[in-house]
């Protein structure tokens, strides 16, 4: 990422390391084995495996002295990114001196749990030790050419696919002045790329950048550059999108956008996928992450190219956000304690499965159990279980809708406005004719048309006072891509937020 970022490090990794210590005794019982979202079969790994995808995560070397991270990694995810440990400052610190240990230890964690590898990265500006950026423009090419021969030829068979040329782009779609632009114009993309795939012919090799997962100027220019090495015959596999998010921010236009690149016949991938909000961290964005990560997993599920995603890190404690973007954190699915948030429930749930409650803070409540969770009955007072009580709440309800020529993904918040907490909810509102829901994420949604009703799951069954929660769900559409209307809040009308 840009230089700028760096001057906003702060010395975090100490706290970080503290914290992870900390949590180790808290993790075991709630992640290992079937993992935190209950059931075996339920993590994202099965999930996103039987939906012939995968979901993967960063790990660095440091990561695998601590058994909670390697608990966490080896039981959800099925696809590693080494952290660092495949940059050349790490794998050729100087001139012809090639390191591998670091990064065959993430392959061997890899392989020790059955998960395969994305190889990052081969040619970049960043973490490019000084001996290349210092060389006469007539040895880079040479160099940069040994370089991914002996890199790629090391990990012949055992990298899924390799990052090959990493944040080409500046932000306005011109290519990145570096020691390889200036020695090699734009060539040295579609050299890098014709060399990696000499060394190992079955590795997919991409190119990845950030700021590229919705349209504009600098996914408009990829667009341009993958169009035309396909034109020349060049091999390019795919395009990682790092999806570096902000909470409440992800691109509407990233589907469309995905779909344009595997239109041109190259796979997609979300490959360091993280969502971070100022901290400490509200409730209010630690739902709206749960929708971003939801809306993320629902578009690459959406696309028939889109291979799988990527988190960048396992928990908050192992992020790069604190450390480059000031105030910043909670940028992934699992908390500084190694707990699973909104949005890794959210996950689990756009990829098809169901989540028992993981969260003890919302445990305390009144509420329910999976079996007792609201069901069935339309009308919520008779269909009062102990934890849904026959009252309804003031309430608020906000909506957000994103639509493409036939689909569309809406994100509704309902704020509760009454003097007491909520324990265990119905919404109840109206779709537009031709709408037909799909899929929901932190709700059940049911019947799919007309007068639909969202259910609470168990871990987000409590609204206090005052607080919110969100849900959403992808619909397709017959031309009217307005909101819903006309919400109930266990049978109480809502206002318009
Ligand atoms: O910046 C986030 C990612 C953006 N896309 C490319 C990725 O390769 C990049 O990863 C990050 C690593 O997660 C950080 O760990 O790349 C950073 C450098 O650009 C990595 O930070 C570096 C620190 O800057 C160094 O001070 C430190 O020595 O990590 C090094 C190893 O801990």
């Given at each position: ?266 796979d997609v991938a979300i490959t360091e996928l993280d969502d971070r909000m100022p901290v400490p961290a509200s409730a209010a964005n630690l739902a709206q992450q749960a929708t971003d990560y939801a809306y993320v997993v629902n578009s690459c599920l959406a696309v028939s190219g889109c291979v799988g995603v990527s988190q960048w890190g396992v928990g908050d404690p192992d992020s790069w956000i604190p450390d480059f973007f000031s105030g910043y954190g909670a940028a992934t699915m699992y908390d500084n304690n190694y707990q699973p948030k909104a949005a890794y429930n959210a996950v689990v749930t756009a990829l098809g499965g169901s989540t028992a409650s993981p969260s003890p803070s919302v445990s305390s409540s009144p509420s329910a159990s999976p079996s007792s969770s609201p069901s069935s009955s339309s009308s919520p007072s008779s269909s009062a ?113």
């Open positions: 990422m840009a230089a700028q970022l760096r001057a906003a490090r702060r010395p975090g990794r100490a706290l970080a390391a503290l914290a992870l210590a900390a949590a180790g005794g808290l993790l075991a019982a709630a992640t290992v084995g079937s993992g935190p979202a209950g059931a075996a079969g339920t993590t994202l790994r099965d999930l996103a495996e039987a939906k012939g995808s995968y979901f993967g995560t960063a790990l660095t070397q440091s990561n695998l002295n601590s058994s909670t991270i390697t608990a966490i990694a080896g039981t959800q995810f099925d696809m590693v990114t080494p952290g660092n440990e495949m940059k050349w400052d790490t794998t050729e610190p100087s001139a012809g001196n090639f390191n591998f240990g670091p990064g065959d230890q993430i392959v061997s964690f890899a392989k020790a749990h059955s998960m395969r590898v994305r190889g990052h990265t081969l040619v970049w500006h960043s973490q490019l030790p000084n001996w290349v950026s210092s060389l006469p423009t007539a040895q880079v090419q040479a160099a940069m050419e040994k370089h991914v021969t002996t890199e790629v030829t090391h990990y012949k068979g055992q990298v899924y696919s390799w990052d090959v040329v990493n944040e080409p782009f500046n932000e306005d779609g011109t290519l990145r002045t570096d020691a390889f632009t200036n020695a090699m114009g734009s060539g040295y993309i579609a050299d890098a790329l014709r060399t990696a795939h000499a060394a190992d012919p079955n590795a997919k090799l991409y190119l990845n950048d950030y700021n590229i997962e919705g349209l504009g100027a600098k996914s408009d220019a990829m667009y341009a550059l993958v169009s035309s090495l396909k034109q020349q015959g060049v091999p390019i596999d795919g395009v990682g999108f790092e999806s570096h998010f902000i909470v409440g921010q992800v691109p509407s236009s990233l589907k469309a956008n995905m779909q344009r690149f595997t239109a041109l016949g190259v279980s102990p934890s849904v009580p026959p009252t309804g709440a003031a309430c608020k309800v906000t909506t957000q809708v994103s639509s493409w020529n036939t689909g569309l993904t809406e994100n509704v918040t309902v704020t509760n406005t009454g003097g007491s907490a909520v324990n265990g909810w119905k919404l109840a509102f109206t779709l537009p004719g031709g709408q037909s829901v799909t899929n929901a994420w932190n709700a059940t949604v049911s019947p799919a048309t007309g007068q639909v009703t969202a259910s609470n799951l168990s871990y987000n069954a409590a609204i206090p006072a005052g607080g919110s929660t969100s849900f959403g769900f992808q619909a397709n559409h017959t031309g009217n891509a307005a909101a819903a209307s006309g919400f109930t809040l266990n049978g109480v009308a809502c206002a318009a937020g």
